[in-house]
């Protein structure tokens, strides 16, 4: 049986077909993308669209389908998987050092790239909708969510672990009146935020996470961060929390996570979060014992679907600036192009098939007397 006929057999699991007519049925435009998959996994079927080998009108639900269908497991262990899978279990890969991997591939990018695709704020993580219509109300909601989460109150002194553009910050000394500081490991993170947020009691600084000495906070607040941080590192981050926050104060966690150890992807790790790894909520609760009491525990993951469909769209009204962006950098923009909405989709489809969610963890280090009043 050839490769071709393989995959349209895997393919038909899922309800796709090759050169079909549904929307999330794949177009081939070369005939040696089966090879190319079959040999790299997840690399090699990024890296084909990246190079135009096929298109589909839909990959959120091309995706959506093939991680429902959980057909990855199907598929033979590619070599690059092998490795990276040995590299894990062999090495700390969310070191000092190589922390800043990421920063250098995707959050050092031309801001212009984040402009053209997050809110008025770059809120670098998933919103809220509950009562949002638009972009920037899902995340307006999402900020105003944790502050009040936090019980925030003016005056108060807040640290915000992995600050991104400093829309977390922003928001809670405009709206709250709060005293600010954000630590990120991206240099152009930093200088964006010192630029936007002059002027307000909000302190920007290029630092890992394990440094930050100031102490104690009033609360601790952290966003779309954790997935950096690494099985390895997770008793040290929560031990650090621990340190840094008030007896009385809360930690407000949001990440992603996955419904079970997360299966490392080759092609994410190279172009867009290297050294990126989910935790579960099983790993989060067992790294926060005797640290912290988990108050509560708010799953909203069908929201980053919602949030990643609404950037893709403001991206591709966009897209022939980042394209002629890029081109002037030294980059292939259209190429560029392609990985940034095969991201954007597949991350939208992975997260429509419920296999990974997105959500908030508010923790306290004693507990909070009376019992913690969840907020929605």
């Keep these: ?35 190319r998959v079959f040999a790299s996994g997840s690399l090699g079927l990024g890296e084909a669209y990246m190079d135009g080998w096929f298109t589909c009108e839909r990959l959120d639900e091309f995706f959506a389908r093939v991680v429902g269908a959980r057909l990855s497991e199907k598929l033979p262990l ?9 590299r894990s279990k062999l090495q700390n890969r969310q070191t000092r050092r190589r922390a800043r991997r990421v920063a250098e591939v995707h959050y050092d990018l031309p801001v212009e790239v984040f402009e053209a695709t997050f809110d008025s704020r770059l809120t670098g993580s998933c919103g809220y909708w509950k009562e949002a219509r638009t972009l920037d109300e899902a995340q307006d909601g999402k900020l105003d969510l944790i502050c009040r989460k936090l019980g925030l109150r003016a005056g108060q002194h807040i640290l915000d672990i992995g600050c991104g553009w400093g829309a977390f910050i922003g928001f ?38 394990r440094d930050v000495a100031d102490a104690p906070f009033d609360h601790i607040a ?14 040290a981050y929560f031990e650090g929390a621990r340190r840094l926050v008030r007896e009385d104060g ?10 079970e150890p997360s299966p490392l992807d080759p092609w994410i790790d190279r172009y867009i979060f290297p050294n990126g790894v989910l ?49 002037k950098k030294g980059q292939d923009g259209g190429r560029f192009c392609r990985m940034w909405e095969y991201y954007l989709l597949g991350c939208a489809g992975s ?26």
């Design 78 to 86: 590619s070599m690059n998987l092998a490795l990276l899978v040995a």
């Design 279 to 327: 935790p579960t909520v099983g790993q989060i609760g067992t790294a926060v014992h005797g640290l912290f009491v988990v108050e509560d525990v708010h799953n909203f993951g069908a929201d980053y679907d919602k949030t990643l469909m609404a950037w893709n769209a403001k991206f591709q009204s966009n897209r022939t600036d980042i394209a002629a962006l890029m081109n």
């Design 222 to 235: 952290s966003m779309g961060m954790f997935e950096h941080v690494g099985p390895k590192n997770y008793r």
């Design 172 to 209: 809670a000394a405009e709206r709250y009146g709060a005293q600010c500081i954000g630590v990120t490991v991206s240099e152009e993170q930093v200088a964006y935020a010192r630029r936007r947020y002059a002027g307000l009691a909000a302190e920007f600084r290029l630092q890992d996470y």
């Design 1 to 35: 049986m050839n490769q071709e006929t393989v995959a349209r057999d895997l393919l038909s699991r899922a309800g796709i077909e090759i050169n079909g007519h549904n929307p999330w049925d794949i177009q081939v435009h070369d005939k040696a993308v089966y090879a």
């Design 351 to 376: 997260f429509r098939s419920r296999e990974i969610s997105v959500g908030q963890f508010v923790l306290s280090p004693r507990g909070v007397p009376g019992g913690y009043q969840s907020v929605r």
């Design 250 to 259: 809360l930690f407000l966690l949001h990440t992603i996570w996955s419904n």
